[in-house]
């Protein structure tokens, strides 16, 4: 399945209901802001930035698990650190990138920061038998 980059109330909601995929993954990153000096948009958060392409290479495809992306905020305007901003209320999110596995809704595994770079842990963490 394609990673779902808008996490609309009505897709979480869907994550532990009866036709939710066993496995789903829960991508935190930072939000999208403009870059430095003019440059293309981009995520506030380097280590978002560098899990980037094994997180696309691991998710993106038609035949991979289903990951929705949760954007947790801009470092800017202190959303991200705030102790209410929802990632870190509800899935106690404390950095990011982290991913979580979910099975029939309830996390089962983690994955933080440089975790995800660990082709080897990657792998086993994704899978599913």
């Known amino acids: 399945m394609p990673i779902d980059y808008t996490p609309y109330p009505h897709v979480l909601n869907q ?12 991508i935190f990153y930072s939000s999208i802001v403009d870059g430095p000096n003019g440059q293309p948009k981009q995520m506030w958060c380097p280590d978002c930035r560098d899990v ?3 997180v696309k290479a691991t998710f993106g495809g038609a035949k991979q698990p289903k990951a929705v992306i949760w954007w947790v905020g801009e470092k800017a305007e202190s959303r991200w650190r705030t102790p209410t901003n929802h990632a870190r209320s509800h899935w106690n999110v404390q950095s990011v990138p982290t991913i979580l596995r979910l099975e029939e809704g309830k996390e089962t595994a983690r994955l933080v920061e440089g975790e995800i770079l660990d082709q080897d842990r990657l792998a086993e963490f994704v899978k599913t038998e």
């Open 15 to 26: 994550l532990g209901g009866p036709t939710a995929p066993k496995y789903t993954y829960l």
């Open 52 to 54: 980037e392409g094994i």
